[in-house]
């Protein structure tokens, strides 16, 4: 079994990982729903759906067609120019319903889609582009129709039209029209059938939007991890050096710890004014028993404690870069991570002790009773 004072030091980290993950948590998930990253990442994995793949060249060509693709600079147009709906994954999103699930006139994009609403909508605005179509109720063929007048049809396949009437304007991309085509003759007439197809299509992209929502997620938490590291001086190889020569404030980490081991608002990471009055009282309370920060100069301006941050960080010794390093890399792994490997450790810290009919606590290993 470990020794206690050992075991007291690391309860102490994992507790300030944990109320230090559940600040960032809280940082992140107000910046995503400010920048809307969740409806953003939906309208991205949405238009890789309705739109031609990026093709795949050299690295500077790949980086610059990402950035002419990023939304931001749709976001940023929008505030000024209200664009045309030219493009499908365009007259998507421009569809009355979508319109609807917005919040407001600031969020307009929805933050979620079921795979139902995605196919019933999806159809409807295929159905639309031939205007002829919009008072009508949406047929198999109607839809076929509709996607082959309105697709840019590669050289090879229009001779297999002979009789569409091509769009001058074409709404939808080429590669976007071999994947209807292809569910369309899955399909083989049934419009139930293709629009369960959509729908599965639909449920596979969602998957992907997943994983890229949850990459960017960890790689903010360890951005905003890595900056209040550095703000309050949160240098993991010092703090537990420092713990592990001062046995009685580590023993009083590890008591807060246990407290907060018990505290199911630790767990469930759900931020409301109270859980966050909660967190920071107890990262207060951290930081004045370890004495967090960096020392500034009497009436240092903002300019020289931001100075002092950046040289304390990365040019007093490599030591501290990684002990800050570290606490970043801890702060990213998450609240929920932290809170279950609290509780570990506080059981068996716990299993350590055990309190004897007097109500006094003595070490299990030791029998209350010895014969004799």
């Not at 309705?50 to 600079?73: F, M, V």
């Not at 307009?108 to 159905?127: C, G, Q, V, W």
């Not at 370890?290 to 009497?298: A, E, I, M, S, V």
């Not at 970043?328 to 570990?344: E, H, R, V, Y």
């Amino acid at each position: 079994m470990f020794d206690n004072s050992v075991l007291n030091v690391v309860i102490g980290l994992i507790f300030i990982f944990l109320i230090y993950s559940l600040l960032a948590t809280a940082l992140q998930e107000a910046a995503a729903s400010m920048f809307q990253r969740r409806a953003n990442t939906l309208y991205k994995g949405i238009r890789s759906m309705l739109t031609n793949t990026e093709p795949q060249g050299r690295i500077i060509g790949r980086l610059l067609s990402y950035l002419r693709s990023w939304s931001g600079w749709r976001w940023l147009i929008s505030w000024f120019v209200r664009p045309g709906a030219n493009t499908l994954y365009d007259r998507f999103y421009d569809h009355p319903i979508i319109k609807n699930y917005g919040e407001n006139a600031l969020f307009r994009k929805p933050s979620y889609l079921t795979a139902d609403n995605f196919s019933t909508i999806l159809i409807d605005t295929i159905k639309n582009l031939d205007s002829f179509n919009e008072a009508k109720t949406a047929d198999f063929a109607m839809v076929q129709g509709a996607i082959i007048n309105n697709s840019d049809i590669p050289a090879q396949m229009a001779t297999n039209f002979p009789g569409r009437k091509a769009s001058q304007t074409p709404v939808i991309d080429a590669e976007t029209f071999k994947i209807l085509n292809f569910h369309l003759n899955e399909a083989a007439g049934d419009l139930n059938v293709f629009k369960t197809r959509l729908e599965q299509w639909f449920n596979d992209t969602m998957e992907r939007v997943s994983g890229w929502y949850k990459t960017h997620t960890q790689t903010w938490l360890f951005v905003i991890g890595f900056l209040l590291a550095m703000v309050m001086n949160l240098d993991a190889i010092q703090i537990s050096t420092h713990l592990s020569k001062d046995p009685k404030m580590a023993a009083k980490l590890a008591d807060m710890g246990t407290a907060a081991a018990q505290n199911q608002h630790f767990k469930d990471t759900t931020f409301t004014n109270e859980v966050l009055k909660e967190i920071n009282t107890q990262k207060d309370s951290i930081n004045t028993l370890l004495g967090l920060g960096w020392k500034y100069q009497p009436g240092a301006s903002t300019g020289e404690k931001i100075c002092t941050v950046l040289n304390g960080t990365f040019a007093t010794s490599w030591s501290v870069f990684f002990g800050i390093f570290i606490s970043a890399i801890a702060i990213s792994l998450g609240a929920p991570f932290w809170f279950d490997l609290l509780n570990k450790f506080v059981n068996i810290r716990a299993s350590g002790k055990t309190v004897g009919s007097s109500g006094s606590t003595t070490k299990s290993n030791k029998s209350d009773n010895i014969d004799g």
